[in-house]
């Protein structure tokens, strides 16, 4: 593979992680194969014009048809529709991008690996609801998914070099989201705009809800078990406020390796299409001395109950995690809609995972009946 020529497919390029890859591609000259959106034609057509990929895949129908007017004088083949994103995904690549939002990346993700496209992986809601179909189809065709979330691709690198060695322990870090030290009551007084406010990164609006209430600390140690195979109770949240330690790995001596650095997602972006190689990039660099202070607390999962309830069902496993993030998709998309106030979240989620029952059996059919059966109880519970 030449690296001054890397060609990628890039799913979800309209948003936070989307943008900021195409920032890496334009540094770095790579090709860009394919790109796909939902909503926003304004933005595809903008990337469309300078990275002039062969297909631009919409998955909303409005903005396809306007897309396809838009880019009428070019030979650039406009698409539409889930299926198409999976075919989409299949382009064949040096990698494919997944970074679209919530678990309707599954598919494409595993239509990427048995496609046997390598897949840089944003969307953790993947890993969540299907990653025993993800890891299976990542060994099945031998191809590999390299973690761009920031925490996994830190453990991941702390992992580079260890030559099979047990893992005693991930030290997953968090931020601890903008209410961090809020008790319960204080919660309820929670408006939008602070809960969209986080402290260190600048994200995506449904990741960053997710960050407020702690779910998407939730959802990374589902991903970290996913992506490590390692059991829940060895994932250890550590609420480090001001993210320079992106997580670490323990291993039985004792020895901790860590990766720090200034949060910037273009370093874990980049990092997973240049891996194993290192290259410049255009992100600052770290000075620890500026940082001067290091922090490291523990998540209060009494009011955080997003976080008690992923490690809840990560522990009942089959499709409890599933139940678990559709629940919160469908209550996030409640709260982003204004229909409900920011604690109710945590109470929606909870409520759901006590009532449903999972299912053992992972298939992409238990999997969607899962995803309804959640989403149709939280609507019912607004
Ligand atoms: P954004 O909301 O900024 O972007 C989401 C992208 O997905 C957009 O291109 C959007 O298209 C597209 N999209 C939205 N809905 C659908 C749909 N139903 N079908 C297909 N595509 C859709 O999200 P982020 O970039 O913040 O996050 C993307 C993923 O990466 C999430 O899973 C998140 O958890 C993860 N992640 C994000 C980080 C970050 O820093 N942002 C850090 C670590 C992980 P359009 O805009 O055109 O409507
Ligand atoms: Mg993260």
């Keep these: 593979m030449n690296d001054d ?11 936070s992680i ?33 990275f002039r990929p062969e297909t631009v895949c919409m998955t909303d129908e409005a903005a396809y048809k306007e ?20 075919e989409t995904a299949a382009i064949p690549c040096d990698m494919v991008i997944n970074a679209v939002v919530g678990m309707v990346g599954l598919e494409p993700t595993l239509a990427a690996l048995n496609a046997r496209n390598r897949v840089g992986l944003a969307n953790k809601e993947t890993l969540v609801t299907g990653g025993e179909l993800v890891k299976a189809a990542e060994k099945a065709n031998g191809t590999d998914i ?18 099979g060695n047990k893992i005693e322990k991930i030290i997953l870090t968090a931020s601890g989201g903008p209410f961090f030290g809020y008790n319960k009551e204080k919660m309820k007084t929670v408006t939008m705009e602070q809960a969209l406010h986080h402290p ?31 059991m829940p109770e060895q994932v250890e949240v550590v609420v480090h406020r001001q993210s320079i330690l992106h997580s670490a790995v323990e291993y039985e001596d ?10 910037d997602m273009k370093i874990p972006i980049q990092f997973a299409v240049t891996y194993p190689k290192r290259l410049p990039s255009c ?13 490291f607390e523990r998540a209060d999962e009494e009011t955080f109950v997003c976080l008690a309830e992923a490690r809840k069902a990560i522990a009942k496993g089959g499709t409890a995690p599933t139940i678990l993030n559709s629940a919160n998709e469908a209550a996030v998309a409640a709260f982003l809609g204004g229909k409900i106030p920011f604690y109710r979240i945590g109470e929606l989620v909870s409520g759901c ?7 053992d059996k992972v298939t992409l059919q238990t999997i969607s009946e899962a995803d309804a059966a959640a989403r149709a109880d939280v609507m019912s519970a607004i």
């Excluded at 195409?22 to 595809?44: C, K, W």
């Design 353 to 359: 995972c006590a009532k449903l029952r999972h299912t």
């Design 18 to 50: 989307g943008t900021q890859t195409l920032d890496v591609a334009r540094m770095h000259g790579y090709g860009i194969a394919a790109l796909s959106a939902h909503t926003n034609y304004e933005l595809a057509e903008k990337q469309a014009r300078e």
């Design 254 to 263: 004792g020895a901790v390796i860590g990766q720090l650095g200034v949060p």
């Design 146 to 163: 390299v973690p761009i979330d920031s925490e996994h691709s830190a453990i991941f690198q702390s992992l580079m070099g260890n030559s």
């Design 200 to 230: 260190n990164w600048n994200m995506g609006r449904k990741i960053t809800t997710d960050s407020a209430t702690l779910m998407n600390k939730g959802l990374e140690l589902i991903e970290a078990v996913r992506l490590f195979d390692v």
């Design 283 to 295: 992100s600052k660099k770290l000075s620890l001395f500026d940082v001067g202070t290091m922090t």
């Design 67 to 86: 897309l396809k007017v838009r880019l009428a004088d070019t030979d650039i083949k406009v698409t539409y529709g889930k299926e198409t994103l999976c």
């Design 5 to 15: 020529k890397k060609t990628l497919v890039v799913l979800g390029s309209t948003g």
